[in-house]
Structure formats: structure tokens, C-alpha cells
């Protein structure tokens, strides 16, 4: 049982645009900027997203991310057949004094 | 350029216990904290702790206190996870990366599969 929550799956077709949820409570996502992370096939995770919706050098403009209260969500516009991946979300919890993750979302594209 | 390079594949006894290397090269090795995250196959990431190779001073998830160790070589830049009383459910890919204090991780070794069989 992941500390985060996220839907296990999301899909869309190539061109659509879908968006991925991540939600928490006010000890992580209420008071913590939020990381994502696309990890794909058999590779390790990936920086995507920080501080809610700063991308890293080399992540598209495609992708971006936002937050509300104590959620969080990662959308991607024009999907194309390389966004098949998973995708996890991550903030840092006051409580715990850690990192906690979302279980991450499968996203396929149709 | 900057990465980070993990050992190799490992299988254990239960009960035993292993260490993982993580070598980092093409950085400061003490700018940055080593973060340890494993993933079960076909699970989600979850977060063991981190390292702060400046002073060597650790943060560690509750759920792994009292089992494991995080340490650092600052001559070789290499940081180590060691993991004891291993159990079956400790059969997982374990990923350092690089970041700061939270949850941004901006480089990510390769991962090391351990396997805990009998």
C-alpha cells in the first residue's frame, strides 16, 4: 500500500493527450514539491518532472505537471508510442521523514 | 559525463547478507546525496534512504532501520548498501541515485538484481 496514490493504468491513442493522478495528504503533496519519474521497459526510472512542472533538460514540453491542494497530476499532450511506460510519482513526507512513492501508473498507448 | 555505476547481480541464502556497490564518476562525489530505491518485479519503487557522502551522515526508512547500512569510500567515490537477515521478499532490483535531500533524483544507476533463494 503505497503512501501516494495513483491509478495502476492509463491510456490513450497516439495524438490524445491523458493525464495521470497522484494523490497524498498535507504531510507529503500538501506541503512538498512534487517528483515524477518515467521508468521504461526494463530500464531504470527516469527524471521527468520537479518542483510540480520544471522539466529537466531533454524531457518535452509535452509533459507537464501540476498541483492542487494535496494532489498532484502529470499530463501528456500529443502522446506518441514512446510514452508507453510507467510512470510514478514521489514527494517527500514530513511525517515519515522520507520519500514516499506512488505505485505507479502503466500507461499504454493504443 | 555523470553516472553512476552498480555492481553486479547477486544470490544469496536467506538469512545471509549482501553489499552493493554504487561508483560515481563525472560530479563532485560530496555535492550531491546517493539515494538507495529498490523495486520488486513488476512493483512499484520504494524509497530505503540516503547518504550524505560529505559526512557520511544517513537518513534511512523506518521499515529498514536495524537492517541495513549505508556507507561511503570518498577516495573511490563509491557508496555501499549493505542489507542483512535477507529474506525472500528482499529478491528486487536495487537502484542508487544521485539527488539532494527529497525525493529529486536526477541520475539513476543502472540497478543491481539480488536474488534470495534457498
Known amino acids: 500500500q503505497s503512501v501516494l496514490t495513483q491509478p495502476p493504468s492509463a491510456s490513450g491513442a497516439p495524438g490524445q493527450r491523458v493525464t495521470i493522478s497522484c494523490s497524498g495528504s498535507s504531510s507529503n503533496i500538501g506541503n512538498n514539491p512534487v517528483i515524477w519519474y518515467q521508468q521504461l521497459p526494463g530500464t531504470a526510472p527516469k527524471l521527468l518532472m520537479y518542483n510540480y512542472s520544471q522539466r529537466p533538460s531533454g524531457v518535452p514540453d509535452r509533459f507537464s505537471g501540476s498541483k492542487s491542494g494535496t494532489s498532484a497530476s502529470l499530463a501528456i499532450s500529443g502522446l506518441q508510442s514512446e510514452d508507453e511506460a510507467d510512470y510514478f510519482c514521489a514527494a517527500w513526507d514530513d511525517s515519515l521523514d522520507g520519500v514516499v512513492f506512488g505505485g505507479g501508473t502503466k500507461l499504454s498507448v493504443l | ?118
Request: proline share 3%; glycine share 10%.
Open chain 2, 1 to 118: 559525463q555523470v553516472q553512476l555505476v552498480q555492481s553486479g547481480a547477486e544470490v544469496k541464502k536467506p538469512g545471509a547478507s549482501v553489499k552493493v556497490s554504487c561508483e560515481a564518476s563525472g560530479y563532485r562525489f560530496t555535492d550531491y546525496y546517493i539515494h538507495w530505491v529498490r523495486q520488486a518485479p513488476g512493483q512499484g519503487l520504494e524509497w530505503m534512504g540516503f547518504i550524505n557522502p560529505s559526512r557520511g551522515s544517513t537518513s534511512y526508512a523506518q521499515k529498514f532501520k536495524g537492517r541495513i547500512t549505508m556507507t561511503r569510500d570518498t577516495s573511490t567515490s563509491t557508496v555501499y548498501l549493505e542489507v542483512s537477515s535477507l529474506r525472500s521478499e528482499d529478491t528486487v532490483m536495487y537502484y542508487c541515485a544521485r539527488g539532494n535531500w527529497g525525493p529529486h533524483m536526477d541520475v539513476w544507476g543502472k540497478g543491481t538484481t539480488v536474488t534470495v533463494s534457498s
